[in-house]
Structures are given as C-alpha cells and as structure tokens.
C-alpha cells in the first residue's frame, strides 16, 4: 500500500496541532486503521504546501494523488479504502454532508469568538500578523474584541449545541451505536478548542460530554493525549 503523508496546521511548537478540519482527517484516517507521515506547517509556510495548487491544509498525498479539504479526503479514504470500516455507517453521504456543513458554519464562529486570542497566542512570531490581520479582517474587529466577552459567547455555544444534545441524550454517537465521520466532522471542533484554549466549553451533566469523553478515548487515546496548551494550575 502506499505511504500516505497529512499535511497539518501547527502552532510555534510544531507538535501542537489544532486546526479542526485537520483533526476530522486524523479520525478518519484511524477509523479506517490508516497511518500517515504527518507534516507540520504554519499559517505563513505556504511554498511548503504550493504542490497541491492551493495554500490550505489538510492535504492529504496519496502517491501520486494529493487531495485538500477534509471533507474530499474523507470521500477519497472512503472510495480508494473500502475494505476498511466505512466513514459513514448507516448514514447516508448526502446527511453527513450536512453535519459537516452544519459544523463548519455554526460551530467555527462561535468557537472562534471564544478562542482567537488563544490560538493567536501559541502561533509562531512570522504567522501572529498574518493571523491578526486575516481574522480582523473576517470578523471587523480587533481580536481582543471580539473575544472579550468570553462567558456570554460560552453561553452562546452551548445554545447552538442543542440538536447535537438532544440527539446524544438518545444515543452514544450522531451515527448511532457506533462513531462515523458525521461525529468527527463535530469532534474536530472540539479539538481545535481542546489544544489552544483552557475554556471550559461543557457542563459535565451535558451529553455533549459524555460523547465528547468517549471519542477522546477512540483509537486508543489518540486526540486524548494529543499535544493541547496545559490547564492553569490550580492555586486552591
């Protein structure tokens, strides 16, 4: 089989790797029992990924193939794997399309208004002005604004998270008794606050917990003991 090589957002320390859409191809990549030489890249080292014709990670090289987006490499792992576990269980692809839509266009904002100034924090001194500049940009504020009422936007996520926790309260996974790409599509949310943010984004009573809980222990711990920013220490 050919040697399949992710290319990875990382932070200065090139271990951390946070960017959501990477994690969603990390856990598809071990749901279908694959191993990849993974390849650490700043926001600004755009030659290093210029081979794929575009400047956005992850990419995924297959040989001769390279495949960007996490949602067209999950459908290239799917077509070009399928003897191993399927990404998408009994739910059909079109569904998990949406869970992936959903995801990137309700979950990202409202986590990024609770963790750009982490993520800005733990980046490379060369990408700290591309990251200020481009996010300013996007949301027409100064970072610092647009994180600074961190608890109201806590409160503001965990109201979006209300189709996802009333369907964990019915069972343990969004695909069903067992995890498919429509709950990394979300869990790749949560890692990206997980390795940048110490916030405490979920009550422990929350389903969102519970399933949260169990999908850092798929695959032996994989995204548990991934490199994240540590907890402050507790001064009680």
């Known amino acids: ?79 070009h794997f399928p003897d191993r576990p399927t990404l998408f269980a009994a739910a059909a692809v079109p569904l998990t399309h949406f869970v992936n839509r959903w995801a990137d266009t309700v979950l990202v904002p409202a986590l990024a208004r609770i963790i750009l100034q982490d993520i800005y924090r733990l980046l490379a001194p060369v990408d700290q002005p591309y990251f200020r500049q481009t996010r300013e940009q996007r949301f027409g504020q100064r970072l610092e604004e647009v994180v600074a009422d961190r608890a109201g936007h806590i409160a503001d996520f965990r109201k979006t998270l209300a189709p996802l926790r009333q369907t964990l309260a019915l069972q343990p996974f969004l695909a069903g008794d067992a995890p498919a790409y429509a709950d990394y599509c979300v869990f790749g949310m949560f890692m990206w606050a997980r390795c940048v943010s110490t916030a405490d984004l979920l009550e422990d009573s929350d389903p969102v917990f519970a399933w949260r809980e169990r999908l850092l222990d798929a695959f032996d711990g994989m995204a548990r003991f991934a490199p994240s920013v540590p907890a402050a220490p507790d001064m009680g």
């Open 1 to 79: 089989m050919t040697r399949l090589t992710l290319y990875e957002l990382a932070g200065a320390d090139r271990a951390l790797r946070f960017s959501p859409h990477c994690w969603k191809t990390r856990m598809a990549l071990a749901h279908k029992g694959l191993e990849a030489d993974r390849i650490p890249c700043w926001f600004t080292e755009k030659a290093l990924i210029a081979f794929s014709g575009q400047t956005l990670v992850p990419i995924l090289v297959d040989g001769t193939e390279s495949v960007h987006d996490s949602w067209h490499i999950a459908l290239h792992l799917e077509r």
